[in-house]
């Protein structure tokens, strides 16, 4: 059967390259972009980071869970690469229609972070964003379980530590929650 693997973290904390390794040694893959889904919003978007986009969030958040189950329930092995905080994956997952999926979170230093997006072309987090949503996945309280703290190596070398563990399922997380 095929599976869900959700890798989150900050901006700047890998995961657009991880994600695309991961996916590149998966098939069949699809690999999806969560950001992807807020650029979906048009007129009168606010900036997910803010407490007034909560309801947006959650609207953007579930299209994204159901796009993403749908994929895996038609046979592909399915990488979702975004900033999904801890607190927004049970609408995620409620919204896929799976039984199960696996989450695993990038959380480099933030300092590293911060260098990584404000170096990227087209930069729109800055680094007050990426330090705030840093601090948000700091504080959630993530288990290690699930946790990628501090990446090392090279990008190749996190995806084989993360296909790995996903294959052993390390970051399984089903109706019982993140454990």
Not at 144 to 168: F, N
Request: aromatic share 8%.
């Amino acid at each position: 059967m095929s599976t869900l693997l959700v890798i989150a973290g900050p901006p700047g904390a890998g995961k657009t390259t991880v994600s695309s390794l991961v996916s590149a040694r998966l098939s069949p893959s699809v690999l999806l972009r969560g950001d992807a889904f807020f650029r979906f919003l048009d007129q009168g978007a606010q900036t997910p980071r803010l407490p007034e986009a909560e309801e947006q969030n959650r609207t953007v958040i579930r299209a994204s869970g159901a796009a993403a189950g749908q994929y895996t329930h038609g046979g592909f092995e399915t990488v979702f690469d975004g900033v999904m905080r801890p607190w927004f994956l049970p609408t995620f997952f409620e919204a896929t229609g799976l039984d199960e999926l696996h989450y695993a979170v990038l959380l480099p230093l933030v300092e590293r972070c911060v260098h990584n997006v404000t170096t990227r072309e087209g930069n729109r987090d800055g680094e007050p964003g990426t330090r705030y949503m840093h601090e948000q996945f700091t504080r959630a309280g993530i288990t290690d379980r699930h946790l990628v703290d501090g990446p090392k190596g090279t990008p190749e070398q996190v995806a084989a530590d993360i296909l790995g563990r996903y294959r052993r399922g390390d970051f399984a997380y089903g109706a019982q929650g993140i454990a």
